[in-house]
T-cell receptor
Framework: LAKTTQPISMDSYEGQEVNITCSHNNIATNDYITWYQQFPSQGPRFIIQGYKTKVTNEVASLFIPADRKSSTLSLPRVSLSDTAVYYCLVGGWNAGNMLTFGGGTRLMVKP | NAGVMQNPRHLVRRRGQEARLRCSPMKGHSHVYWYRQLPEEGLKFMVYLQKENIIDESGMPKERFSAEFPKEGPSILRIQQVVRGDSAAYFC????????????FGQGTRLTVV
């Protein structure tokens, strides 16, 4: 299973753009990159998923370079409610290839 | 379409009792995954099940823990003779049977062993 490395914590201020980078040097050809968000006392919530290049949805953007050995989650104009733990996962849920969670990045958004 | 439903949300058990945690996957989903999360830590994979089959239980402790996903009804995570170290949040996730690489999580069951 591909291992991921991401910063333990990050601080930001309301209205700023936040970029969280994740390293996954051993990513396999069939692996997707998925990001989840988790608030205290809640289950992880899917944010975004990609395979290569750039993916954007109403919540975030995901940038994946050509070698796919890293990825960057970009949160535009964060608010206090974006304070959470963000997990980067590599793999695929289908065919029994469950995803392994690392320690995540604790994002603290300050006023 | 209801999301992944877990119950109970909170469960208190005395040492030595049994704990039963239930997970109803999203409609149409036939894959269920159980994770355990200790305070201030990440999620640890426990077991992956499909209907009537355990696919991967590499994360399950060898003793006292068992899981099932019957043909009808929710998936059950069973912990026998609970100890204080079993206190944690237990999350389940479900995914569709074919295709897709996205899974949806329930709100979890917080088990407290006293």
């Amino acid at each position: 299973l591909a291992k991921t490395t991401q910063p333990i914590s990050m601080d930001s201020y309301e209205g700023q753009e936040v970029n969280i980078t994740c390293s996954h040097n051993n990513i396999a050809t069939n692996d997707y990159i998925t990001w989840y968000q988790q608030f205290p006392s809640q289950g992880p919530r899917f944010i975004i998923q990609g395979y290569k290049t750039k993916v954007t949805n109403e919540v975030a953007s995901l940038f994946i370079p050509a070698d796919r050995k890293s990825s960057t989650l970009s949160l535009p104009r964060v608010s206090l409610s974006d304070t959470a733990v963000y997990y980067c996962l590599v793999g695929g849920w289908n065919a029994g290839n469950m995803l392994t969670f690392g320690g995540g990045t604790r994002l603290m958004v300050k006023p | 379409n209801a999301g992944v439903m877990q119950n109970p949300r909170h469960l208190v058990r005395r040492r030595g009792q049994e704990a039963r945690l239930r997970c109803s996957p999203m409609k149409g989903h036939s894959h269920v995954y159980w994770y355990r999360q200790l305070p201030e830590e990440g999620l640890k994979f426990m077991v992956y099940l499909q209907k009537e089959n355990i696919i991967d239980e590499s994360g399950m402790p060898k003793e006292r823990f068992s899981a099932e996903f019957p043909k009808e009804g929710p998936s059950i995570l069973r912990i026998q003779q609970v100890v204080r170290g079993d206190s944690a949040a237990y999350f389940c996730a479900s995914s569709p049977p074919t295709g897709g690489t996205e899974a949806f999580f329930g709100q979890g069951t917080r088990l407290t062993v006293v």
